[in-house]
């Protein structure tokens, strides 16, 4: 089995999972999530502005018995959309989610941005909608159709903000985490309150000048020991115990970024991956939100 971390919230969540924003089509995600299982992926991450969630909870129901596995044996994340925050809209959402992906329950239920839809990012009513989004929420966690509560690109003061509210903590923070992005304010306050980091965009972008999967000291490491820059870069962060979630539909690259658990990276290039933080944001960036 693979290595997984254990949560606030009780439940174990593997540390790599299956990302698969703008992975869409049924037979896409078919072939995606069916190469995942056969490689021994166990955790899906979605989100309803994904629009696959449909999708993949057919290709679950099909596939699962296949690999003869159970509801219980896989982690399924999904995420609120800043259009869906605030009183009724949320527990709507979720319950459309559930719908969508036919799983009974989500393993992990993530606000997925700390901002509502067409508003200003000053407007003082995100911090509103986000706190009524989340009592939603914790209802939903208390009937059982939730297992885990989290949240996706938290800023500390959003996070603090949270914390000091909050009945039931965050179990997890799934921020952009990398090599070119360490940070380290945000890893602070959730080591300190025990809050599982995990990170997206662990090899930056799929564009073809992606500049951090090409980075020379990337590249001089994995031909030092022989292993590809993605799963040096995905070495770096569950060495950490950073839970990561690589995105592809390629076969070979989803048996590549799951193999991350047979070598370690020693403490020299550890450091030298570490010191590669050039603050971009290759993805999003919430700092603006209030």
Not at 48 to 66: F, M, Q, T, W
Not at 162 to 173: D, F, G, N
Not at 257 to 276: G, P, T, Y
């Amino acid at each position: 089995m693979l290595p997984s971390t254990k949560l606030l919230s009780g439940h174990q969540m593997p540390l790599v999972g299956l990302g698969t924003f703008k992975i869409t089509g049924y037979e896409n995600v078919f072939k995606t999530i069916e190469a995942a299982l056969v490689a021994g992926y166990r955790s899906f991450d979605t989100a309803s502005v994904y629009r696959n969630e449909i999708d993949i909870g057919r290709a679950l129901k099909e596939l699962l018995p296949k690999f003869h596995l159970q509801r219980q044996d896989i982690f399924i994340t999904s995420k609120l959309g800043p259009a869906e925050q605030g009183k009724s809209k949320a527990s709507k959402a979720l319950q459309a989610s559930l719908q969508r992906l036919d799983c009974g329950y989500l393993d992990l239920y993530l606000i997925h941005w700390p901002g509502a839809h067409k508003l200003k990012l000053d407007d003082r009513m995100h911090k509103k909608l986000r706190a009524e989004s989340w009592a939603e929420m914790e209802n939903a966690f208390r009937q059982g159709e939730v297992k885990t509560l989290g949240v996706s690109n938290y800023i500390p003061s959003h996070l603090e903000e949270l914390l000091s509210t909050c009945s039931v903590k965050p179990s997890v923070l799934q921020v952009e985490y990398h090599p070119h992005l360490i940070q380290t304010d945000i890893k602070s306050i959730c080591d300190s309150h025990h809050i599982h980091l995990q990170a997206y965009s662990s090899l930056g972008t799929s564009n073809p000048d992606n500049v951090l999967i090409k980075d020379p000291k990337v590249m001089e490491i994995s031909q030092l020991i022989h292993k590809s820059p993605a799963q040096v870069l995905l070495r770096w962060a569950v060495q950490q115990n950073i839970g990561v979630l690589p995105k592809s539909t390629n076969p070979e690259h989803i048996a590549e970024n799951i193999d991350v658990f047979s070598f370690s990276l020693s403490e020299e290039h550890m450091a030298i991956l570490s010191q590669l933080d050039h603050k971009k944001h290759y993805c999003w960036d919430p700092a603006q939100v209030r």
